[in-house]
């Protein structure tokens, strides 16, 4: 189940306001490719998961309103602006998009924003912390001593309190 859309031709003709029939090609295909996009962003390991555990006895994890939603979003951008024009001029008449307006599936930051709740959190890796505030005249440094007992490097260190 892992290739079907997250949403579903009546979800996008509800959206954009439009009878759009259910064998709909190009609303089927849209909403395929902003489905993949949206997996993609939360990480598969996650979206496999959803209406299809892998454990027939197991009941399935439904997919996340904010991900139906989301993918809704995505697919309906594009089938109102296909060629993700930003103005559209006809003798007196204008339409406007966003600035952001632009070609293809993408997600913006609102919505990878709204994604962030069901993606997983994990920041594995090396980081570093600071030992300082960034002010050098407050800053005291410690001397280390190797295992030889020499002075090996100066430790940046705050003390309590400041």
Avoid: C
């Avoid at 024009?85 to 990878?112: F, H, M, P, V």
Wanted: aromatic content about 8%.
């Amino acid at each position: 189940m892992a290739n079907l859309p997250f949403a579903t031709v009546r979800d996008l003709a509800d959206w954009v306001g439009q009878d759009i029939t259910a064998d709909d090609r190009r609303a089927q295909a849209l909403l395929i490719a902003a489905s993949v996009r949206v997996r993609t962003y939360v990480g598969s390991t996650t979206t496999d998961k959803w209406d299809d555990t892998g454990d027939p006895s197991a009941p399935p994890v439904p997919i996340p309103d904010v991900v139906t939603s989301v993918t809704v979003q995505v697919a309906a951008r594009v089938w109102i602006n296909p060629q993700g024009l930003t103005t559209e001029a006809n003798d007196d008449y204008t339409r406007r998009w966003s600035d952001e307006a632009k070609g293809g599936i993408y997600l913006t930051k609102e919505e990878q924003a709204d994604l962030n709740d069901v993606k997983p959190s994990g920041r594995g890796g090396l980081s570093t912390i600071s030992t300082t505030r960034g002010e050098d005249e407050l800053d005291q440094y410690l001397a280390t001593i190797n295992p030889y007992g020499h002075q090996a490097a100066w430790f940046p260190f705050l003390p309590p309190g400041v």
